[in-house]
């Protein structure tokens, strides 16, 4: 099946710095690809869909100048968390879709950043 | 805002015994998919089942599809301790997004 590598599992820094996530498809020319933040015990939250080469649509309530997304090959993505505070420690999860109808989405293992 | 609500919230039942999880959205969609959680992990996809289809197995799992009713459900048939996950419905109504539930947490007991 589909393979969609995530890293890092975990990030641990202080205050004010920036954290910078990566997301990779292994075996499939990603389209599209998704950014959630998932809070215990809750859903996910879309923050971001960003299509190759173009810039990402941002949820509303998200900062995109807080959370920049770049999207520049078909197997890779990445978010990167600006001048992070402890609010913004959350699971972060990306996902990829292929194109064309009905596609599902594959996802990454997670990222869980903690900033003390 | 989630797009889907799944229940129960929780469902603890015995190993072999068969787990029903329902979902229901609001608009119009073009599918509906299933995905599995296991804590502190991404989801996996189970199934996907198209806006014109009414049912699909897969292994130990059923989905029905009622789009009169704007609703969903996800059996899963003799299940194991291995099955305890969130699971998690989610609806595709066009526009390059996914909308997820609420989740429904299930535990297997041995």
């Known amino acids: 099946g589909a393979v969609v590598s995530q890293h890092p599992s975990r990030v641990i820094c202080k205050s004010g710095t920036s954290v910078k996530i990566e997301c990779r498809s292994l075996?499939?020319?990603?389209?599209?690809m998704f950014w959630y933040r998932q809070f215990p015990k809750q859903s996910l939250m879309l923050m971001a869909t960003?299509?190759?080469?173009?810039?990402?649509?941002?949820e509303q309530g998200v900062e995109k100048d807080k959370f920049l997304i770049n999207h520049a090959s078909l197997t890779l993505s990445t978010l990167t968390v600006t001048s992070a505070h402890p609010e913004d420690s959350s699971f972060y999860i990306c996902?990829?879709?292929?194109?064309?109808?009905?596609?599902?989405?594959?996802f990454g293992d997670g990222t869980r950043l903690s900033i003390l | 805002s989630q797009q889907g609500e799944e229940d129960p919230q929780a469902l603890s039942i015995q190993e072999g015994e068969n787990a029903t999880m329902n979902c229901s959205y609001k608009?119009?969609?073009?599918?509906l998919q299933w995905y599995r959680q296991n804590s502190g992990r991404g989801l996996v996809h189970l199934i996907l089942?198209?806006?014109?289809?009414r049912e699909k197995h897969s292994g130990r799992l059923r989905v029905t599809l009622d789009t009169s009713k704007k609703s969903s459900s996800l059996l899963i048939t003799a299940s194991r301790a291995a099955d305890t996950a969130s699971y998690f419905c989610?609806?595709?109504?066009?526009?390059?997004?996914?909308?997820f539930g609420t989740g429904t947490k299930l535990q297997v007991i041995p």
């Open positions: 989610a609806t595709d109504a066009g526009y390059q997004k996914v909308t």
């Open positions: 996902s990829a879709r292929g194109a064309g109808q009905d596609q599902p989405q594959h």
């Open positions: 960003s299509n190759e080469g173009s810039k990402a649509t941002y």
């Open positions: 089942i198209r806006s014109n289809e």
């Open positions: 608009t119009s969609i073009n599918n």
């Open positions: 075996d499939f020319q990603a389209t599209t």
